[in-house]
C-alpha cells in the first residue's frame, strides 16, 4: 500500500539552528516524491521535487531508497521558514499523496 | 495570470443537502485535481479530469462526483453530505497531470451542519 509518513506534528526550532523534516515514504514502484510548503494564508506551493536535485531557499531532500525516506534539511533556519510543510509520494498516473504535515515554527 | 481560481471561498450545508465546487484552472492548464483537507491532516486525492473525463480515482465513495468542461474548468459535486465532508477543498492543475507541475488554488471550506 502507498503511504507517507511525517512522524512530527510540530517542530519548533531556534533562528540559525539546522531544521530537519522526516519523512517515510512506502511504495512499491518507482517512487516520485515532493516537499509542499503553505506559509501562512498562502497556497500551497512545490518547494522540492527529488529528481531536480537542487536546492530551494537553502532546503535540500536526499531520496534514500534503502531506508524509504526523503528527509527536508536547511542547516541554518530563518524566521521566514515557519510554514506547514507536506511530504508527497507521486504515482505514474500524477496522484499525489500527502502526509499529515509538520508545522516548522522559527523562534528568533 | 489569477492562476487557479476556486469559487466559493466559504460554504455552510446541512447534511443531507447537495454540494457543488468550482474550479477554473491556471491558463494553459488542461488538467484538474481535486483533493479534500480534512482539519489536521494532509490533503487526500478525490478524483482527476483530463480531456473531460475522470483519469484517476482516490478512495471516496460514489457521493463523490466531478465534471470537465470543454474549457477546462471543473465542478465538484458531493451529494447527501455528512457531518464528516467539512473540510478544505483544494483544486489543483496542471498541463496533463502526470509532469507534476501542480498549481494549487486557495480552495473552498466546506462546512456541514
Known amino acids: 500500500a502507498q503511504r507517507v509518513t511525517q512522524p512530527e506534528k510540530l517542530l519548533s526550532v531556534f533562528k540559525g539552528a539546522p531544521v530537519e523534516l522526516k519523512c517515510n515514504y512506502s511504495y512499491s514502484g518507482s517512487p516520485e516524491l515532493f516537499w509542499y510548503v503553505q506559509y501562512s494564508r498562502q497556497r500551497l506551493q512545490l518547494l522540492l521535487r527529488?529528481?531536480s536535485r537542487e536546492s530551494i531557499k537553502g532546503f535540500t531532500a536526499d531520496l534514500n531508497k534503502g531506508e524509504t525516506s526523503f528527509h527536508l534539511k536547511k542547516p541554518f533556519a530563518q524566521e521566514e521558514d515557519s510554514a506547514m510543510y507536506y511530504c508527497?509520494?507521486?504515482?505514474?498516473?500524477?496522484?499525489?499523496?500527502f502526509g499529515a504535515g509538520t508545522q516548522v515554527v522559527v523562534t528568533p | 495570470d489569477a492562476g487557479v481560481t476556486q469559487s466559493p471561498t466559504h460554504l455552510i450545508k446541512t447534511r443531507g443537502q447537495q454540494v457543488t465546487l468550482r474550479c477554473s484552472p491556471k491558463?494553459?492548464?488542461?488538467?484538474v485535481s481535486w483533493y479534500q483537507q480534512a482539519l489536521g491532516q494532509g490533503p487526500q486525492f478525490i478524483f482527476q479530469?483530463?480531456?473531460?473525463?475522470?483519469?484517476q480515482r482516490g478512495n471516496f465513495p460514489d457521493r463523490f462526483s466531478g465534471h470537465q468542461f470543454p474549457n477546462y474548468s471543473s465542478e465538484l459535486n458531493v451529494n447527501a453530505l455528512l457531518l464528516g465532508d467539512s473540510a478544505l477543498y483544494l483544486c489543483?492543475?496542471?498541463?496533463?497531470?502526470?509532469?507534476?507541475?501542480?498549481?494549487f488554488g486557495s480552495g473552498t471550506r466546506l462546512t456541514v451542519v
Open positions: 489543483a492543475s496542471s498541463l496533463d497531470g502526470r509532469n507534476y507541475g501542480y498549481t
Open positions: 508527497a509520494l507521486g504515482d505514474s498516473w500524477g496522484k499525489l499523496q
Open positions: 527529488h529528481i
Open positions: 491558463s494553459g492548464h488542461d488538467t
Open positions: 479530469y483530463y480531456e473531460e473525463e475522470e483519469r
